[in-house]
């Protein structure tokens, strides 16, 4: 079992400071990864959560300088929203300048309003989608000179390069709760990147594709709310909560259906919370969970 930690990228509590002090304190503590959050152009209308954000990639390459050995995750590129060719020429900038630590989750979105708001089709995000890690796909086999012809996108014999350090370009999950984005990830991608919902939802989601995942490596890495202690029942279902007994036993659970990494979002009020958070976490209860 890995676990990965939400940076605080966005909403009231997101700053230079809290996103880069997180980061480093959680590579000192053992974290295997940190994830940044993505949206672009949020409408008036969705913008409680997400209007105030720091922009994912332009972040991501601040912590790729200012750290050295944590994995460095997108939780999730809204990838129909971007020129592909454009991403996958980032991530593997990043890659090579990170020596290989990048890991990339991509999602379609729900935002309809910042679809439009970034001129693209809402309706046709799905196929978007598949065309677009198609191509990052191909950008990232090594080779000097690629081409492709889609639907949206076509190129002939386009150079690229540097290319990634990991073989093959960076992990790439693909989000969502669905069947399809499972179907999705399992066609197209090296992980399937779900929001908690509970270990039993997690175990029916994989029922009837547990033979075709254990076929190579494939994460299915759940991005789950944490919070070290009690909270607001309501919320139960969705969030990893209690003492460290209780909590050792949700992950457990949450393992037990298939789940083999964790990004965690801790729900603090404070940086100095989010700080004891990681340290408490690291040393009290992922040991429990070392491979």
């Not at 547990?210 to 709310?225: K, N």
Request: hydrophobic share 40%; glycine share 8%.
């Amino acid at each position: 079992m890995k676990f990965g930690l939400v940076l605080p990228n966005y909403g009231p509590q997101a700053s230079r400071f809290t996103i880069i002090d997180s980061a480093i304190a959680a590579e000192n503590h053992g974290f295997d990864s940190v994830w940044l959050t993505d949206h672009l152009a949020m409408p008036e209308a969705d913008a409680d959560v997400f209007g105030h954000i720091y922009e994912s990639l332009t972040t991501l390459s601040y912590l790729a300088a200012s750290t050295r050995t944590i994995k460095l995750g997108l939780s999730t590129l809204v990838l129909p929203q971007r020129n592909p060719i454009e991403v996958a020429k980032s991530l593997a900038t990043l890659d090579n300048l990170s020596g290989g630590r990048i890991i990339v989750s991509v999602g379609v979105g729900w935002s309809k309003g910042e679809y439009q708001n970034l001129g693209y089709d809402f309706h046709a995000r799905g196929k978007r989608m598949n065309e677009a890690i198609k191509i990052m796909r191909t950008c990232w086999r090594g080779q000097s000179n690629v081409s492709f012809h889609g639907e949206f996108y076509q190129f002939d014999n386009m150079a690229f390069s540097p290319t990634p350090v990991q073989p093959g370009g960076p992990p790439l999950w693909v989000a969502g709760d669905s069947q399809k984005a499972l179907k999705r990830a399992i066609g197209l991608g090296d992980g399937w990147h779900p929001n908690a919902s509970s270990p039993m939802a997690l175990k029916e989601s994989l029922h009837d594709v547990q033979s075709i995942i254990h076929l190579r490596p494939f994460m299915i890495a759940v991005r789950a709310g944490m919070y070290l202690g009690d909270h607001d029942e309501s919320e139960q279902s969705t969030i990893i909560s209690g003492n460290n007994e209780q909590i050792i036993q949700q992950i457990n659970d949450y393992q037990n259906a298939g789940m083999n990494y964790a990004v965690l979002h801790f729900r603090v009020n404070s940086q100095s919370e989010r700080e004891r958070a990681i340290k408490q976490f690291m040393q009290e209860i992922a040991p429990i969970f070392k491979d």
